[in-house]
T-cell receptor, first 117, second 112 residues
Framework: ETGVTQTPRHLVMGMTNKKSLKCEQH?????MYWYKQSAKKPLELMFV???????ENNSVPSRFSPECPNSSHLFLHLHTLQPEDSALYLC????????????????FGPGTRLTVL | RKEVEQDPGPFNVPEGATVAFNCTYS??????FFWYRQDCRKEPKLLMS???SGNEDGRFTAQLNRASQYISLLIRDSKLSDSATYLC?????????????FGKGTHLIIQP
């Protein structure tokens, strides 16, 4: 399936590195999401972009920085991460936009498995 | 109280049996409800939306109880391929950082 793609699929980085995760959706959707999935924890919504609107989870540390240059692409810039940031980072998209994001089906990418040493 | 709670399981169920599990939510303003399925080391995929009147899709039935604030998923004639983690998702219109919440998931193992 190629609806939502993510690169890289695996990433190992040191705490002083800077890296970026990329997500691309080919579905013409209006909302895109970043999630963090850690072992034994529920998926945690980090950021949402809905057309011109960005919604964020206030508990996400500033070492995670999202960027949405257009409706099809979403990036997550990483810098000075901690070992506890190691997790699966999932991107998703959905059709509905402002005011209604999250209320319809989300299509997930395969995820980037991040390990911070 | 956690926003969305699920029994993590695992539920070990023989093939062909019927299994049901619930998901409770704490926000009475919640408006949209979904069940997603996540296979091991794969991304979540929508299983079904949950409507107020309840809905059925083949062997799967989902129901919503607003008064008691829970949704349920019933799987009949379970197949080996039903083994997965089932995630409950609760959202409210208007978004906001707390507008979309996943449960931890219920792990289901169908045994031959």
């Amino acid at each position: 399936e190629t609806g939502v793609t993510q690169t890289p699929r695996h990433l190992v980085m040191g705490m002083t590195n800077k890296k970026s995760l990329k997500c691309e959706q080919h579905l013409g959707h209006n909302a895109m999401y970043w999630y963090k999935q850690s072992a034994k924890k529920p998926l945690e919504l980090m950021f949402v972009y809905s057309l011109e609107e960005r919604v964020e989870n206030n508990s996400v540390p500033s070492r995670f920085s999202p960027e949405c240059p257009n409706s099809s692409h979403l990036f997550l810039h990483l810098h000075t991460l901690q070992p506890e940031d190691s997790a699966l980072y999932l991107c998703a998209s959905s059709q509905r936009g402002i005011g209604f994001w999250g209320t319809d089906t989300q299509y997930f990418g395969p995820g980037t498995r991040l390990t911070v040493l | 109280r956690k926003e969305v709670e699920q029994d993590p399981g695992p539920f070990n169920v023989p093939e062909g049996a019927t299994v049901a599990f619930n998901c409770t939510y704490s926000n009475s303003a919640s408006q949209s409800f979904f069940w997603y399925r996540q296979d091991c080391r794969k991304e979540p995929k929508l299983l079904m939306s949950v409507y107020s009147s309840g809905n059925e899709d083949g062997r799967f039935t989902a129901q919503l109880n607003r008064a008691s604030q829970y949704i349920s998923l019933l799987i009949r004639d379970s197949k080996l391929s039903d083994s997965a983690t089932y995630l409950c998702v609760v959202t409210k219109t208007g978004g906001g950082a707390d507008g979309l919440t996943f449960g931890k998931g219920t792990h289901l193992i169908i045994q031959p």
